[in-house]
């Protein structure tokens, strides 16, 4: 049976969990990985994609991350993402909205700097779309 190890997911809002875990499933930049217990310190970036965690009792939770550092080490596993939301708080019809009215944004912004700020945020909501379609 796997061992429980110590699980950080912080993203720049908030400390999103800190337990103990059986299993971590992780977006990779070079691929989808799992960490368990007494794995290989390393370090990795992450892509934007639906991280799992498996808890004691067999229950998993999924959290949208959009990249961000995976560090495995001695002592656990620390996830510091850009943006990390649980997937049960996103709602598709909320989603939709929030990407038409971002689209509407990136249509009437005013310099540079805005259209730039739009962009970004209509692009993380799309990201969360895909991942949310691949899970």
């Known amino acids: 049976m796997a061992e429980l190890f110590q699980f950080e997911l912080v993203s720049p809002e908030?400390?999103?969990?800190?337990?103990?875990?059986?299993?971590?499933?992780?977006?990779?930049?070079?691929?989808?990985?799992g960490v368990?217990?007494?794995?290989?310190p390393f370090m990795s970036t992450i892509k934007p994609g639906i991280l799992k965690v498996r808890?004691?009792?067999?229950?998993?939770?999924?959290?949208?991350?959009?990249?961000?550092?995976a560090d495995v080490a001695p002592s656990?596993?620390?996830?510091?993402?850009?943006q990390a939301v649980p997937v049960a708080e996103i709602s598709a019809d909320d989603l939709a909205e929030q990407i038409k009215n971002a689209e509407e944004d990136?249509?009437?912004?005013?310099?540079d700097d805005a259209?730039?700020?739009?962009?970004?945020?209509?692009s993380q909501l799309r990201d969360v779309a895909e991942a949310l379609k691949a899970a």
């Open 36 to 40: 368990l217990k007494n794995h290989s």
């Open 106 to 111: 990136v249509a009437d912004a005013k310099g």
């Open 14 to 33: 908030r400390q999103l969990l800190s337990e103990q875990v059986l299993e971590v499933i992780i977006p990779g930049t070079e691929g989808e990985f």
């Open 115 to 122: 259209k730039q700020k739009a962009e970004q945020a209509l």
């Open 76 to 82: 656990g596993l620390t996830v510091l993402a850009e």
């Open 55 to 69: 808890k004691d009792g067999g229950t998993m939770d999924e959290y949208f991350v959009r990249g961000g550092f």
